[in-house]
């Protein structure tokens, strides 16, 4: 048992060990494992040679969403259209087969239900408060933001929880996370994790588990607590989360896998203790002012390379430390970028509206506010709005956004990893520069040679309107 007065990571882990080994590391029980065809092929592969089994299957949800295309995936005929790069095919392919051959639950490339693993996962009722899940992917912590301890772990865990759903694991240390203050108009989650990240650095939270507490994540609808969690990782973090409350359990109940009639209000009950106790010490704590947070873009290849969309890109000799000044130099000549030049007059040709940060309903409703009755501007040779799934897709065409995308001048895609890296055709031409509200701004990351600043999807929509980086906020003021 930890301290008397636990923080919620403190409880999760509590209420997960199955055993406490000498050297420190305890055996955890895994309630939920999400599975995608990039990290899962191996693993799978070694069961078999093993002669094992998946441990729980009921406990595992696989679904592609990495190397897919975002292209119609049948034809007019509703025969599947092949995928033309071997390797995503093969990775593809394992999974279709490893899912029912191992007895996982699957949604197919052509399921509505599929989608990027971290917005099917919370949108199922699948990822539940106090649960630990895990993926063999970065982004887990995203499930955070319902108030459980997710987090990414690589393809040989994959295999280990398959087999046993558990994992031999060190505690981190307690990380808070506190925003004081309110954020203002037109400043969205994605702004304040960008803004959290420059702040705290890509290595701030190195050996931690981050809980972001204070009035604005209790305010904020579960798809903001999502894109806040998301990107732990990019602040250096083992995991993200949010206590559960009213909004959490609205917003699960009736999912898909989340407990029903009796059920359901048991798991309330306890959920309902998911919270940090007051008293409770974390290791390193951070105090963020909401009233400084601006709509946030990056100028640099790392996530922390930010700056308010009023400013202007950094001299690398304003950074005390040699060997940032030192990558600084090196962002800039990779962005083609100037010290001293306006980040609101910097030319961009591609926007993407998508990945597990920012693809939810709220994320794409945000965006068609933005660009509903305007048009893109010439600049912008192409811009995707891809869903994060398909009942995401579904509930946007009821509400007709795709329309205004369509009539804006973007594409309108099916469900994916898109163009948040360049594992499938969705790519930013070398030397092109992007307005992408994913949440990795790395060198080649949206394909070789391509040129990325993050924004949140209003912002990346403004970018649309305007040809260039652009205050949403100044778009706003003017008629449509
Ligand atoms: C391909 C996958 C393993 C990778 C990850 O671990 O995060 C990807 O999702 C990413 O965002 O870079
Ligand atoms: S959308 Fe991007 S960040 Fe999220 S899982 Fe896919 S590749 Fe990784």
């Known amino acids: 048992m930890s301290a008397k007065h636990r923080t919620l990571y403190d409880k999760i882990w509590d209420a997960h060990v199955v055993e406490q080994r000498d050297d420190g590391t305890c055996l955890i029980f895994i309630d939920r494992h999400l599975v995608h065809e990039v990290t899962s092929p191996q693993a799978f592969e070694a069961l078999r040679l093993s002669g094992r089994k998946v441990r ?11 190397n897919l295309p975002t292209t119609a995936r049948v034809d007019a005929d509703g025969n599947r259209i092949p995928i033309a790069d071997q390797e ?36 199922q009722g699948f990822s539940l408060p106090g649960t630990t899940i895990v993926c063999g992917d970065s982004h887990t912590a995203c499930h955070g933001g319902l108030g459980a301890w997710a987090f990414g772990i690589g393809t040989s865990e994959v295999e280990h929880v398959l087999a046993t759903q558990t994992l031999l694991l060190r505690k981190s240390r307690t990380m808070e996370i506190r925003v004081e203050g309110e954020l203002g108009p037109g400043i969205t989650s994605k702004d304040l994790i960008l803004h959290i990240i420059g702040v705290i650095g890509t290595a701030g939270g190195t050996g931690h588990v981050i809980e972001y507490r ?11 607590r999502l894109t806040v969690c998301n990107m732990s990782i990019e602040g250096g973090a083992r995991g993200g989360m949010i206590a559960p ?43 963020i002012d909401a009233t400084e947070v601006e709509p946030t873009v990056t100028w640099g290849t790392s996530p ?30 990779y962005m083609g970028l100037e010290p001293g030049q ?33 048009h893109i501007h010439p600049n912008i040779k192409w811009g995707i709005v891809v869903p994060g799934s398909g009942l995401v897709k579904i509930q946007a065409e009821a509400e007709g956004l795709d329309k205004v995308f369509i009539d804006a001048g973007l594409e309108w895609r099916e469900p ?32 070789p040679g391509a040129r990325t600043h993050l924004v949140s999807p209003s912002m990346a929509a403004a970018a649309a309107v305007a040809g260039r980086l652009a205050d949403v906020r100044e778009l706003s003021k003017q008629p449509a």
Request: net charge negative; proline share 6%.
């Open 416 to 447: 994916g990893c898109s163009a948040c890296l360049g594992m499938n055709p969705d790519k930013v031409p070398m030397g092109e520069r992007s307005a992408s509200t994913s949440n990795r701004n790395f060198v080649g990351r949206q394909g």
């Open 304 to 333: 922390e390379d930010v700056v308010p969309i009023g400013g202007v890109v950094p001299d690398p000799l304003s950074f005390a430390d040699p060997s940032k000044q030192k990558a600084a130099r090196a962002s800039l000549d």
């Open 56 to 66: 729980r299957p009921e406990l595992t949800l696989a679904v592609p969403d990495h």
């Open 88 to 123: 995503s095919a093969a990775q593809l392919a394992a999974l279709e087969a490893n899912a029912p051959a191992f007895g996982v639950r699957y949604f197919g490339a052509t399921a509505k239900e599929q989608g990027i693993v971290h917005v099917v996962g919370p949108e």
């Open 342 to 374: 306006r980040m609101d007059e910097i030319e961009v040709q591609n926007i993407f509206i998508g990945s597990c940060t920012n693809s939810r309903i709220e994320d794409l409703r945000a965006a068609a506010e933005v660009l509903r009755g305007r």
């Open 245 to 287: 409350d009213e909004t959490t359990f609205a917003y699960l109940k009736g999912r898909n896998f989340a407990p029903k009639g009796e059920e359901w209000d048991k798991a309330v009950a306890y959920w309902k203790t998911l919270h940090s106790d007051e008293g409770a010490v974390f290791d390193k704590s951070v105090v």
């Open 214 to 224: 204070g009035k604005v994540f209790e305010d904020m609808s579960i798809e903001s």
